[in-house]
């Protein structure tokens, strides 16, 4: 079975992040990349996925030079090889842009399932996986918490507000994980000294045959019109308990929408 | 020029090493500690994480790394807990070493699969209740050779002294040294492979320790203990030549070790003196505190320098005898003045067992006697400098 994991390097969410001005698009040029917190549960997932069901798992990463740092980390997880796909020109792609890049990608190497996180830690957007399906015209089965493969027939347990629904579709197909679906692992120094010898195929451009006029920041259908710093944070109110504490409390709380 | 940057490998080791340390170990190592339990599960994650195989082939079931991997993975596991540290320490340098390094090509295959997984462990026997560093002179414990019927058995008498993972339920076996015989005014002293479970070995009970109290060490008898005499490590009468060659190796990762405890002094320090106030301001804003902590990075600095450079000379195959007891005399006081400065700075927090930088202090202790203590490392660095008693 080929199954791609589409991978992204973010800011250390520990760190402080900033918006470059002008653009409104993320810095990225931060010291501190990372593979998307959400992302190491696909890997995990789609090397679960592999090992029970004889398949091999290729690395799909969109980004700058420095990504390939945490391509490198996905292959130390196990990965067997990977794609780094990585163009001046992709810089400040939004998430359709970006879905129209990976899926050209997706489209010349083929797969019978591509596994992401729900979403990046960075833009937040969880669109991606849905909007690789549709241009894929593969089914999509997203906020998966559970998968379950027999064959060609996928089923997944599809978090919901309620709680979830099972969803089941044929191969190929595109999911996208939950945290928590399971414990992603670490790398072993085994894994890491093979993942030094493991593929990595760069793809510009024109190597992916993506069209260089959908791409980038000028032919993204969003645009960041304004940005602010957000507000220094508001000291707390502090209510005395006078023997109606609690009545106060769940006033504050229900004013806010919170009960 | 010298390049004291690790390799990219070497740095992805250490920032797994460095998750893994802060999302399994320290949640829930406070509490082992405070029951005195072994933590078998931490334990486990860490076998399979590859770490007791670090320094060894692939064809034994190692990582296919070396004692540099091993140590940078010790000094990491360090700055959030000693116990685990020194498990894993103690397992591989003290438990698997001289079994890879003196071992006939089938007592490797036979014991050091399961070892580098971490699914088994083993313990190192030289201490004794009446003498450790004092070897061979206050060495009591035999070895005899008895032969019936043309089959050869040692049978091993005496006590061995604070043998760490000697006693967990996954030990498989002890390294004992142990006096073979006289050659002339010397005592003749052997490594022997005495397997867990074999008639009269005795496994004492866990000691109660100041530190290190979520590891394993414990007094071993031995009572006509009868072992094949295939069970001998490396050649007959080298047994005190072996083990100063693993202690010269174990020093060198006692010293990342006390580096690792010396950081995680820091670590926890530059916390706390951002997020801690005392007299109207935070405590990072006390010039007091700023030259303590700065005190501190210095000395686990220099730690760090002097163990990287040891263990670069170890494993270029240079002499490193002097640079080894260097190394771990200049850790250990490192790891010891910092505890000592890091529970001051936290006040009465500080002397709370919950509070790391509390089983710091208690840990610290005993990295100025274990593997040497201090005045042994001085000995030994002045006997490299040529000074003669």
């Known amino acids: 079975m080929n199954i791609v994991v589409c991978v992204k390097q973010v800011p250390d969410t520990a760190t402080e992040r900033r918006l470059r001005p002008g653009e409104g698009t993320l810095d990225r040029a931060t010291p501190d990349g990372l593979i998307n917190e959400l992302d190491e549960y696909a890997i995990e997932e789609g090397l679960r996925i592999a090992e029970a069901h004889e398949g091999e798992v290729t690395i799909l990463s969109m980004g700058p030079a420095k990504a390939a740092e945490s391509i490198r980390k996905a292959l130390s997880m196990g990965a067997d090889k990977a794609i780094h796909v990585v163009d001046d020109g992709l810089a400040g792609s939004d998430a359709l842009a970006t879905s129209y890049a990976i899926a050209q990608v997706l489209e010349e190497t083929g797969f019978d399932l591509v596994i992401t996180g729900s979403e990046s830690t960075d833009a937040r957007m969880g669109v991606l996986a849905a909007m690789l399906a549709e241009r894929l015209g593969v089914p999509q089965l997203t906020l998966a918490s559970k998968v379950d493969i027999d064959g060609t027939r996928i089923t997944v347990r599809r978090v919901s507000d309620e709680g979830f629904d099972e969803v089941e579709a044929s191969l190929p197909a595109v999911v996208s994980v939950m945290e928590k679906i399971n414990e992603p692992r670490y790398p072993s120094f085994k894994g890491i000294m093979a993942a030094k010898k493991k593929p990595v195929r760069t793809l510009s451009l024109a190597d992916a045959g993506i069209d260089a006029d959908q791409v980038g920041l000028a032919a993204s259908a969003t645009e960041v019109v304004d940005f602010a710093a957000r507000p220094p944070r508001q000291a707390g109110v502090i209510v005395k308990d006078e023997g109606d504490g609690g009545t106060k409390a769940a006033a504050f709380l229900t004013e806010r929408k919170f009960i | ?389």
């Not at chain 2, 060894?56 to 596991?77: N, Q, R, S, T």
């Not at chain 2, 005190?295 to 320098?305: G, T």
């Open chain 2, 1 to 389: 020029m010298i390049n004291y940057q690790l390799a990219p490998e070497q740095e992805e080791l250490r920032q797994t090493v460095a998750a893994f340390a802060r999302d399994v170990v320290a949640p829930v190592i406070g509490g082992f500690y405070e029951r005195e339990e072994f933590p078998y599960e931490i334990v486990a994650r860490m076998g399979k994480l590859g770490l007791f195989g670090l320094p060894f082939p692939e064809e034994y079931g190692g990582m296919g790394g070396d004692y540099f991997a091993l140590c940078v993975a010790l000094e990491e596991l360090a700055r959030v807990d000693s116990s685990v540290a020194v498990t894993l320490e103690a397992a591989v340098s003290l438990g698997a070493m001289p079994i890879y390094r003196f071992g006939s090509e089938e007592q490797r295959r036979r014991w050091l699969p399961d070892l580098c997984a971490g699914e088994r462990l083993a313990g190192f026997g030289l201490t004794e209740p009446g003498g450790g560093s004092d070897i061979p002179g206050g060495m009591r414990t035999t070895a005899r050779l008895v032969k019936e019927d043309g089959k050869g058995e040692w049978v091993v008498n005496g006590t061995k002294a604070f043998i760490t993972n000697s006693g967990t339920s996954i030990t498989s076996l002890v390294t004992v040294l142990a006096i073979t015989g006289e050659k002339g005014e010397e005592k003749e002293i052997s490594s022997i492979v005495i397997p867990n479970g074999t008639g009269g070995f005795i496994i004492g009970q866990r000691y109660s320790k100041v530190g290190w109290c979520a590891s394993d060490t414990r007094e071993l008898s031995f009572t006509d203990c009868r072992v094949p005499e295939g069970n001998l490590l490396g050649e007959r009468g080298r047994g005190y030549a072996q083990f100063l060659h693993i202690l010269d190796e174990g020093r060198v990762a006692i010293a990342a070790l006390a580096t690792g405890l010396a950081q995680g002094c820091v670590d926890e320090c530059l916390r706390y003196a951002t997020e801690r106030e005392a007299f109207g301001k935070r405590l990072e804003q006390h010039q007091a505190i700023q030259f303590k902590i700065a005190d501190m990075a210095a000395r686990a600095h220099v730690a760090r320098l002097t163990w990287y450079d040891a263990a670069a000379r170890l494993l270029a195959g240079q002499p490193v005898k002097k640079e080894a007891a260097i190394a771990k005399l200049v850790a250990s006081n490192a790891a010891m003045d910092n505890a000592r400065d890091a529970t001051q700075i936290f006040g009465g927090y500080g002397f709370m067992n919950e509070f790391p930088v509390g089983r710091f202090y208690r840990d610290a202790k005993v990295l100025e006697i274990g593997e040497g203590t201090s005045e042994v490392q001085r000995l030994l660095i002045a006997r490299q400098l040529g000074l003669r008693p």
